[in-house]
């Protein structure tokens, strides 16, 4: 962006700072301040992680207490419990469904990249706002009605969708298949088409933002590795989510009016449909094009947030920042020839397997890079055990455990034999939903005091972590072994099963884990919520940390900056630097400043950074003697 540009996107920032004053509809409601709208994102991907774990304690109850009378709840479940209190099976299944749908979209997709992704970039790259505010502003409203119609869904007679959260046809495409493929599926598939609206919109402005709207000195070489994340997050999801649009107005058109693109040979009650010459298998590439994508649409910002927090909280450089990068860039390219590892047992030809196969394996080499690096920055580094440090730590550790047996079922003969059981649920709540959770989690802790000009309580916030990180494991691990064992997922109950009986007990105990850790995220609520109007006042920079946000005001307005940007003069890990007074450099401190810690190739730069200096106060005494 040139300079002329900057400076009349300042101009025109500052005409709106001195001219506007917003109302309440305009400040909190209809906001175009990214700082707001990232609240927004925030505090509702807050209500749907209740929602969708709440639906995730109502299966468990169903699943380690097959014989619980759940009367107590029918003030909440009403009709879906029968006389005996029991759970009815169809609503199971509508429960599946709802907690993935809720879970991967609305919570790790929506809550985590649109509450940093707003939050971040201007600040973090040195930019008033988004490229475009109403946009952005829009982008919100069309994710927040998306969970209106999926929330009124919830509430239908005939159940919401319960075709899996992955939807496939032939049972999502037949009204009559199953209760929750009427009604419930069609405000499943209208919500999803205004989710993918609302990302598609959000990723085009992050996208433009950070090729556009950089301050001066603020190259691609030097932006943390946040923005980085957030950017290539923004790019997979613009590629990918059209293509769950297309996969979901075909299924709308199959459901609608009378076409076969997945359906053919169906016989329902003895009696052949008309439906000829489609493939439910074609649905599955559709959607798998967008849901491997997916798994780094959630991953790559929690990825980003901890990169930030574990290199402030080790005072050390990020080790490899190059590495990172390339890393993430080769995440973001094997992401999109992954897809069919998710098909194996779909009958594909068993060659085209062993190419996905060996992609799948190969995408392991930039995830251990990323791992590496972190552990190599915390490796005898001055530590401050912050609960954002302690939740971006956990991210580590369950991204080492779940990739690991992600190698397993990379494998196709492995996976032909793991498939659909609950070592595959194992898996994927492991290092991407709990990983995906924690980077979120993190990302608040460190940013609080940012967005709220407020500390919040860090006892509470160890007691949070250390409960939330046993029971992970405590619910996740023990499902490794339930599924080399062959349970299947998505079943109402296994005690139908002789061989399932000996694992009864291991069954409760996951989830009797499941409500104790669903529990403690009452203890983040109410710090979260307590903290913003009661917590310790804030000071400018309270992590002592390098990037531009904390070169703003407490609680900064719209604009972020009362005069103008900053300039940035060096990349944002200058951390225990040899020679240094502080431990930390911010961005904003030139290199002329610092001499006696500039390395060689730094003093060469110095020379170019002077020379600029000189250029621009001879312009401005220029511009001066004019006026």
Same mark, same amino acid.
């Given at each position: 962006m040139s300079t002329a540009s900057v400076a009349n996107h300042d101009a025109a920032h500052d005409h709106h700072d001195h001219e506007h004053h917003d109302n309440f509809v305009t400040k909190y409601i209809f906001s175009q301040d990214h700082k707001m709208i990232a609240k927004q994102y925030l505090v509702t991907g807050m209500f749907w992680a209740l929602i969708g774990g709440f639906l995730s304690i109502l299966f468990r109850l169903q699943l380690g207490f097959p014989e619980m009378d759940l009367s107590f709840l029918r003030p909440i479940l009403g009709g879906w419990l029968d006389e005996g209190g029991k759970l009815d099976p169809t609503f199971?299944?509508?429960?599946?469904?709802m907690h993935g749908t809720i879970m991967v979209f609305f919570v790790l997709t929506a809550g985590l990249s649109g509450t940093f992704s707003n939050f971040l970039i201007p600040l973090q790259i040195g930019a008033r706002d988004m490229a475009s505010g109403f946009m952005n502003m829009l982008s919100y409203w069309l994710f927040f009605l998306s969970g209106v119609i999926m929330f009124i869904s919830l509430f239908l007679k005939t159940g919401p969708a319960s075709g899996g959260w992955v939807v496939y046809p032939p049972l999502s495409a037949l009204e009559q298949a199953i209760p929750g493929s009427g009604l419930g599926m069609t405000l499943w598939l209208i919500a999803m088409t205004f989710f993918i609206a609302s990302s598609l919109l959000g990723g085009i402005n992050y996208i433009t933002t950070v090729i556009n709207l950089r301050t001066k000195g603020m190259s691609f070489s030097r932006l943390p590795l946040t923005i980085w994340a957030f950017f290539l997050t923004a790019v997979i999801g613009l590629l990918s989510f059209p293509v769950l649009f297309s996969a979901a107005l075909l299924l709308v058109f199959d459901r609608s009016?009378?076409?076969?693109?997945?359906?053919?040979?169906?016989?329902?009650?003895?009696?052949a449909l008309p439906n000829t010459g489609g493939s439910p298998v074609l649905y599955q590439h559709l959607f798998w094009f967008l849901g491997h994508p997916e798994v780094y649409i959630v991953l790559l910002p929690a990825l980003g947030i901890t990169s930030e927090v574990i290199a402030t909280n080790s005072r050390k450089p990020i080790f490899g920042y190059k590495a990172m990068i390339i890393s993430l860039l080769g995440i973001t390219v094997l992401s999109f020839v992954v897809w069919a590892h998710h098909m194996f047992v779909s009958g594909m030809n068993p060659f085209l397997g062993s190419i996905f196969m060996f992609l799948t394996l190969i995408i392991a080499i930039p995830s251990a890079v990323k791992v590496f690096n972190y552990l190599t920055t915390l490796w005898r580094g001055n530590l401050i055990f912050t609960p954002a440090m302690l939740f971006s730590i956990g991210l580590v550790s369950f991204f080492i455990s779940g990739g690991l047996t992600g190698i397993f079922l990379g494998n196709s003969a492995i996976d032909i034999q793991l498939h659909d059981t609950y070592f595959v649920v194992a898996h994927f709540h492991l290092v991407m939903g709990s990983a995906s959770f924690f980077g979120m989690l993190a990302g608040v802790y460190h940013w609080f005091p940012k967005m709220f000009g407020r500390m919040m309580d860090a006892r509470l916030g160890y007691v949070h972590f250390w409960i939330t990180f046993v029971g992970?494991?405590?619910?996740?691990?023990?499902?490794?072994?339930?599924?080399?064992a062959g349970f299947p997922r998505r079943y109402y109950t296994w005690t139908n099963f002789e061989f399932a009986n000996m694992y009864t007990d291991?069954?409760?105990?996951?989830? $009797?884990?499941? =409500?104790?850790? *669903?529990? $403690?995220?009452? =203890?983040?609520? *109410?710090n979260f919520f307590y903290s913003m109007y009661r917590g310790r006042k804030a000071t400018q920079n309270p992590w002592r940390s390098n990037t531009l946000e904390w070169t703003t005001p407490v609680e900064p307005g719209h604009g972020n900056w009362p005069g103008e940007i900053p300039a940035v003069?060096?990349?944002p890990?200058?951390?225990?630097?040899?020679?240094?007074?502080?431990?930390?450099?911010?961005q904003t401190v030139p290199l002329s400043a610092t001499p006696e810690s500039n390395l060689p190739h730094e003093q060469e730069l110095v020379k170019v950074e002077l020379e600029i200096m000189k250029e621009e106060e001879e312009a401005l005494v220029s511009n001066g003697s004019s006026h």
């Open positions: 199971y299944l509508a429960l599946v469904t009016f009378g076409t076969s693109f997945y359906l053919s040979d169906i016989y329902i009650g003895g009696e992970v494991y405590m619910v996740f691990f023990p499902m490794h072994y339930i599924g080399i291991l069954n409760m105990f996951v989830s $009797a884990a499941a =409500i104790i850790t *669903f529990a $403690a995220q009452f =203890i983040f609520l *109410f003069y060096r990349w890990y200058d951390y225990s630097k040899p020679g240094a007074e502080e431990d930390f450099i911010p």
